[in-house]
């Protein structure tokens, strides 16, 4: 997101996702509240979370490790949203600020560049006034489904929508299709 481009209106430009990718970060208000978007335009994940005391590290502020996670999870739910199944091979996290419970964040996932087997990506968490918290870069390596050892049950809708996607459907018309 450019640096000068205000949350609010990118938000409005994106399209809000009825289900998350991220199967253990979903949690009670304790732990973290996230409302998950897809920037069509700039092939972007946006998430919206608040942070609740279940992510306390240094009283009153998150873990770094939390933040770390929600980085990770954002990335790779961005290369998915762009239609690739994907595994963390390498992170690299800056801390930038300490993050505050109980404060609304967003982070910023994006592809940087598409290789082969590899997915690069980085992420942003900032705040409403596009504070920076924290940043990171990913390599993701590219895992065909078939590779999938025993995939639980409600991960079928993800093998569907990778299905949609490969078929060249766009995140929106499959939005429209499943709703």
């Not at 279940?54 to 009153?60: A, E, K, Q, T």
């Not at 109980?102 to 560049?113: G, H």
Request: charged content about 20%; proline content about 4%.
């Amino acid at each position: 997101m450019p640096q000068d481009e205000n949350i609010e209106s990118v938000l409005k430009a994106s399209l809000h996702l009825p289900f998350h990718v991220s199967h253990w970060l979903s949690g009670g208000k304790e732990k973290v509240s996230i409302e998950q978007y897809y920037s069509e335009e700039q092939k972007s994940v946006i998430w919206k979370f608040i942070s609740g005391s279940g992510v306390m590290g240094p009283p009153g502020f998150c873990h770094g490790g939390f933040l770390a996670s929600v980085m990770d999870e954002s990335m790779g739910s961005c290369a998915f949203w762009n239609g690739h199944i994907v595994m963390a091979i390498h992170l690299q996290i800056k801390y930038r600020a300490s993050s505050p419970l109980n404060k609304v964040y967003f982070v910023i996932s994006r592809l940087t560049q598409l290789e082969t087997r590899r997915i690069y990506t980085e992420s942003t968490i900032i705040d409403m006034n596009n504070k920076i918290f924290a940043s990171s870069t990913g390599v993701y390596v590219k895992v065909p489904w078939e590779k999938m050892k025993d995939p639980p049950v409600e991960f079928e809708k993800f093998k569907i929508l990778k299905e949609l996607l490969d078929e060249g459907l766009t995140v929106s018309e499959i939005l429209r299709k499943i709703s």
